[in-house]
């Protein structure tokens, strides 16, 4: 009798176990279930929170970009009315010569020295626009260039050597560094 006791014990003990075991497995289960849950739930925050932070960058470089197209616009602006202050302010001297020049016109015996006073202030600014770049473009018994002179029209030439040439120079042109901003106005001979 104690063997079948000992078996219906080992029995009931096997089943007991048995059944923790489900239990346990169920629990795990239920456990391991949970901690899928979890992790998913954490990944999908940490996706939203990157998602998050990724709109947050964009915003911040767009707000940067726009601020900086802001300025640079606000810069140019700046620039272009400012761009010509620093000739103007050196041109002023040029005009108070002139200034100078006027004043003494009307009291001067003599009209060489108005004629010289007058030389001098065309040098200074000649110089001065030298100086910006500005030089004055060659044309007088030149070969005409289109891509320097304007033939405003033709005459006959005075001798053999100026056909197809510069014969006068009705108005100068000139060169800012190398590139031409005005073209000479030129009579041609033929």
Same mark, same amino acid.
């Given at each position: 009798?104690?063997?079948?006791?000992?078996?219906?014990?080992? &029995?009931? %003990? !096997?089943?007991?176990? /048995? +059944? +923790?075991?489900?239990?346990?497995?169920?629990?795990?289960? /239920?456990?391991?279930?949970?901690?899928?849950?979890?992790?998913?739930?954490?990944?999908?925050?940490?996706?939203?929170? !990157?998602?998050?932070?990724?709109?947050?960058?964009?915003?911040?470089?767009?707000?940067?970009?726009?601020?900086?197209?802001?300025?640079?616009?606000?810069?140019?602006?700046?620039?272009?009315?400012?761009? =010509?202050? $620093?000739?103007?302010?050196?041109?002023?001297?040029?005009?108070?010569? @002139?200034?100078?020049?006027? &004043?003494?016109? $009307?009291?001067?015996?003599?009209? %060489?020295?108005?004629?010289?006073?007058?030389?001098?202030?065309?040098?200074? @600014?000649? $110089?001065?626009?030298? +100086?910006? =770049?500005?030089?004055?473009?060659?044309?007088?018994?030149?070969? @005409?260039?289109?891509?320097?002179?304007?033939?405003?029209?033709?005459?006959?030439?005075?001798?053999?050597?100026?056909?197809?040439?510069?014969?006068?120079?009705?108005?100068? &042109?000139?060169?800012?560094?190398?590139?031409?901003?005005? @073209?000479?106005?030129?009579?041609? &001979?033929?």
């Amino acid at each position: 009798m104690t063997k079948k006791t000992n078996t219906k014990a080992e &029995g009931k %003990s !096997k089943t007991k176990t /048995a +059944q +923790q075991n489900k239990k346990q497995q169920e629990k795990s289960k /239920a456990k391991s279930t949970e901690n899928v849950e979890k992790e998913e739930l954490i990944t999908e925050k940490t996706d939203q929170e !990157k998602i998050a932070e990724l709109n947050d960058k964009y915003l911040r470089l767009a707000a940067e970009y726009d601020n900086y197209r802001k300025r640079t616009l606000k810069e140019r602006m700046d620039l272009m009315k400012t761009a =010509g202050e $620093d000739i103007l302010i050196n041109i002023l001297p040029v005009m108070d010569d @002139f200034d100078r020049a006027l &004043g003494s016109i $009307d009291q001067a015996t003599e009209i %060489s020295a108005v004629k010289e006073g007058v030389q001098l202030i065309y040098s200074k @600014f000649k $110089d001065f626009l030298k +100086q910006r =770049g500005i030089k004055e473009i060659e044309a007088k018994e030149k070969e @005409f260039d289109t891509d320097l002179h304007e033939a405003i029209t033709k005459i006959p030439a005075p001798n053999e050597n100026l056909k197809g040439k510069v014969v006068d120079v009705v108005e100068k &042109g000139y060169y800012l560094n190398e590139k031409v901003i005005r @073209f000479s106005k030129v009579v041609i &001979g033929e």
